[in-house]
């Protein structure tokens, strides 16, 4: 193969892999623009107090469930039991009494929300969502509470154990967008390695690996001159 023939190449791999190129460097900016901590709303959310140390909790009442995990944790309205069954399932108990605490409802949704979050004052709706109907912006397979906020920001509470899942915030859903071009994914914006992405980045390399085999045929042409 002779130099036009690897130029042609190149500039017919050029075309093809220009807009990805594009794409994969405009998502990129757009996603290093803001710390990550922002994108995450880590500054949104309020700080709780630690467990008081002299508190005594009394042992939770067990469901015949094997039991994965068990800890104290702070929420708004104080310390409470959290237990994790092996099966992915949550319950909270009143570490005072041990006795097992209802799920979250949507009025405790709203209130548990406005403890998590920093000026969470204008709540303008919130719904329940099933494990397996997790929204995307959420993107955890758990029940959950969407509390919506007046400027977008949407607040999810799990509604077994009453914990914060996630702040969402536009600032979010952009940076999920980019990240969702980056990896050619915007369905569920979590697989990145597919067909088509490594089949763009390989054009990519190979491109490339044209590029600089031609700028050392035109170097050693230019040296014999």
């Keep these: 193969m ?3 023939n690897f130029r042609r190449w190149h500039i017919w791999l050029g075309w093809l892999i220009g807009v990805p190129l594009i794409i994969w ?3 990129g900016l757009v996603m290093v623009l803001t710390p990550i901590e922002e994108i995450r709303g880590e500054h949104l959310r309020a700080k709780l107090p630690a467990v008081e140390a002299g508190l005594n909790p009394v042992p939770p009442a067990m469901e015949v469930r094997a039991v994965k995990k068990l800890s104290l944790e702070q929420q708004p309205a104080g310390p409470v039991w959290v237990i994790a069954y092996s099966d992915g399932g949550m319950r909270r108990a009143d570490p005072k009494s041990g006795a097992l ?7 405790e949704a709203n209130v548990l929300a406005a403890g998590y979050h920093e000026g969470a004052e204008n709540i303008t709706g919130v719904r329940r969502f099933e494990a ?5 912006d959420l993107r955890r397979a758990r029940p959950s509470w969407q509390v919506s906020l007046d400027n977008g920001t949407r607040i999810y509470i799990d509604a077994e154990s009453g914990g914060l899942l996630a702040i969402r915030t536009d600032r979010w859903r952009v940076f ?17 390695s597919h067909p088509i992405l490594i089949g763009f980045a390989a054009l990519a390399l190979i491109s490339l690996l044209l590029a600089f085999i ?3 045929w035109r ?3 230019k040296g014999k001159s």
């Design 214 to 216: 031609m700028q050392i």
């Design 176 to 192: 999920d967008f980019m990240w969702g071009l980056h990896i050619m994914d915007l369905e569920t914006r979590e697989d990145s």
């Design 25 to 27: 460097t405009l998502s």
């Design 132 to 136: 397996e109907e997790s929204p995307l």
């Design 2 to 4: 002779n130099y036009k």
């Design 101 to 107: 605490l209802p799920m979250v409802a949507a009025a």
């Design 219 to 221: 170097q050693r042409r």
